[in-house]
């Protein structure tokens, strides 16, 4: 294993010097700022600093003992301070959690919690003196029925599917008052969508024995990388014992690529082609907290696939409590992510991850394949760093955004 730091004014021009000297299979492991030093350093631009990660072909030289002394403590320090930043994030969230739900009629929390939104909505109600006149209509109309419209906008503006726009402002309109103010309304708002996202679901350990859980989703969406980024959180946070399987047989870059994170991980990883193979591993791995399985990313229109996959779920049934996680990008259009859905709805249950938050700005799809699966949400993603870029779902940060507001 070779683990190595490169530097550049940009993550590309750092990434693409890493290439130059390791070759293009490398796995970028950290990304972080960092100073420049020397005379008048203040007055330059931070460096950008990437740490890959390289797996050693068999015939290569053997490393420098300079290079081998150094790697996996280097690599524990990352992978610590990253997850222990990830804890406290999961820990702050979860207290949101905890205000949100025990203050639910109290609107100064509400709007606490809503942040900037509140007054943005306020402002963009306020109609200017020289329009006024103009629609004797328009100027009928209430301050709340002028907030309705606006919302209704703004959540269709975020792709929320506009049957579920339309469904959350009749909920709303049908418990409005007269002269109700709009901040009454927001909170309602608020809280009815919090609702419809539910609680985000955490993976837990079994109740004896390894608990195993199946990653399936189409090819693209980052599977692998999701997989090392909760394996980094459970084996180095948690102190868990994880073993790592993969079925991915079609792309051997993603077998690699998992591989080489195990190695990092020191923890066990196997490459199955079989049901059979996956119940030996159960067998070998009956210590372990946890048997994470990648599985093929496939189309979920080719019914052979689907058998095959459906067999892959399926064959621990009775021998192993089991989760199945079905992981989606959240830049794929909401009829695709429907249509994949529902095939593997005809499977199995599972729950929701979704991935590449940091690719769109429009959030509406997590709420609308909530609503159409009834599927719970457990964890996204926002970029490429492990074990740094996941965090456990957070329903007040993504309703905050759909509204409108920003969702720090």
Same mark, same amino acid.
Do not use: W
């Given at each position: 294993?070779?683990?190595?730091?490169?530097?550049?004014?940009?993550?590309?021009?750092?990434?693409?010097?890493?290439?130059?000297?390791?070759?293009?299979?490398?796995?970028?492991?950290?990304?972080?700022?960092?100073?420049?030093?020397?005379?008048?350093?203040?007055?330059?631009?931070?460096?950008?600093?990437?740490?890959?990660?390289?797996?050693?072909?068999?015939?290569?030289?053997?490393?420098?003992?300079?290079?081998?002394?150094?790697? %996996?403590?280097?690599?524990? #320090?990352?992978?610590?301070?990253?997850?222990?930043?990830?804890?406290?994030?999961?820990?702050?969230? &979860?207290?949101?959690?905890?205000?949100?739900?025990?203050?639910?009629?109290?609107?100064?929390?509400?709007?606490?919690?809503?942040?900037?939104?509140?007054?943005?909505?306020?402002?963009?109600?306020?109609?200017?003196?020289?329009?006024?006149?103009?629609?004797?209509?328009?100027?009928?109309?209430?301050?709340?029925?002028?907030?309705?419209?606006?919302?209704?906008?703004?959540?269709?503006?975020?792709?929320?599917?506009?049957?579920?726009?339309?469904?959350?402002?009749?909920?709303?309109?049908?418990?409005?008052?007269?002269?109700?103010?709009?901040?009454?309304?927001?909170?309602?708002?608020?809280?009815?969508?919090?609702?419809?996202?539910?609680?985000?679901?955490?993976?837990?350990?079994?109740?004896?024995?390894?608990?195993?859980?199946?990653?399936?989703?189409?090819?693209?969406?980052?599977?692998?990388?999701?997989?090392?980024?909760?394996?980094?959180?459970?084996?180095?946070?948690?102190?868990?014992?994880?073993?790592?399987?993969?079925?991915?047989?079609?792309?051997?870059?993603?077998?690699? %690529?998992?591989?080489?994170?195990?190695?990092?991980?020191?923890?066990?990883?196997?490459?199955?082609?079989?049901?059979?193979?996956?119940? %030996?591993?159960?067998?070998?791995?009956?210590?372990?907290?946890?048997?994470?399985?990648?599985?093929?990313?496939?189309?979920?229109?080719?019914?052979?696939?689907?058998?095959?996959?459906?067999?892959?779920?399926?064959?621990?049934?009775?021998? #192993?409590?089991?989760?199945?996680?079905?992981?989606?990008?959240?830049?794929?259009?909401?009829?695709?992510?429907?249509?994949?859905?529902?095939?593997?709805?005809?499977?199995?249950?599972?729950?929701?991850?979704?991935?590449?938050?940091?690719?769109?700005?429009?959030?509406?799809?997590?709420?609308? &394949?909530?609503?159409?699966?009834? #599927?719970?949400?457990?964890?996204?993603?926002?970029? %490429?760093?492990?074990?740094?870029?996941?965090?456990?779902?957070?329903?007040?940060?993504?309703?905050?955004?759909?509204?409108?507001?920003?969702?720090?």
């Amino acid at each position: 294993m070779i683990i190595k730091k490169f530097q550049g004014k940009t993550e590309a021009e750092a990434v693409e010097s890493a290439k130059k000297e390791l070759g293009s299979n490398v796995v970028i492991m950290n990304v972080r700022n960092i100073k420049r030093k020397g005379m008048f350093s203040f007055l330059k631009p931070q460096l950008v600093e990437v740490t890959v990660a390289l797996e050693e072909e068999p015939d290569q030289p053997a490393a420098s003992p300079k290079d081998e002394a150094r790697p %996996q403590p280097f690599i524990d #320090a990352i992978v610590h301070k990253a997850a222990m930043e990830t804890a406290a994030s999961i820990d702050n969230n &979860l207290a949101k959690d905890t205000v949100a739900e025990s203050s639910r009629t109290d609107s100064s929390a509400i709007e606490e919690k809503l942040d900037t939104l509140h007054t943005l909505l306020e402002q963009q109600l306020q109609k200017p003196e020289e329009l006024k006149g103009e629609n004797p209509e328009e100027e009928q109309e209430s301050e709340v029925e002028r907030f309705m419209k606006l919302l209704y906008n703004t959540m269709l503006t975020n792709e929320v599917n506009e049957q579920n726009a339309n469904q959350i402002i009749d909920e709303i309109e049908k418990i409005n008052k007269p002269n109700m103010p709009f901040d009454y309304a927001l909170a309602n708002i608020y809280q009815k969508m919090i609702l419809k996202f539910g609680k985000p679901i955490e993976i837990t350990p079994a109740s004896k024995g390894p608990k195993v859980i199946f990653f399936v989703g189409p090819t693209g969406v980052g599977k692998t990388t999701t997989i090392a980024k909760i394996a980094s959180k459970f084996s180095v946070e948690g102190g868990r014992k994880i073993a790592l399987l993969t079925a991915d047989t079609y792309r051997i870059a993603a077998a690699e %690529q998992l591989r080489t994170y195990a190695n990092i991980l020191e923890v066990p990883f196997r490459v199955i082609y079989s049901t059979e193979e996956i119940e %030996q591993a159960l067998k070998d791995f009956r210590n372990y907290d946890f048997i994470m399985v990648d599985t093929a990313g496939h189309s979920h229109q080719n019914e052979a696939q689907k058998e095959a996959m459906n067999s892959f779920i399926h064959c621990v049934d009775g021998m #192993a409590e089991k989760e199945v996680f079905l992981v989606l990008s959240a830049t794929t259009k909401y009829r695709d992510l429907a249509s994949i859905a529902d095939v593997y709805s005809e499977m199995t249950e599972y729950k929701l991850i979704f991935t590449k938050l940091d690719e769109t700005t429009t959030l509406g799809s997590l709420l609308n &394949l909530k609503l159409h699966t009834g #599927a719970s949400l457990s964890y996204v993603t926002y970029g %490429q760093n492990v074990p740094d870029d996941i965090e456990v779902f957070n329903p007040q940060k993504t309703v905050k955004q759909l509204l409108g507001g920003k969702g720090n």
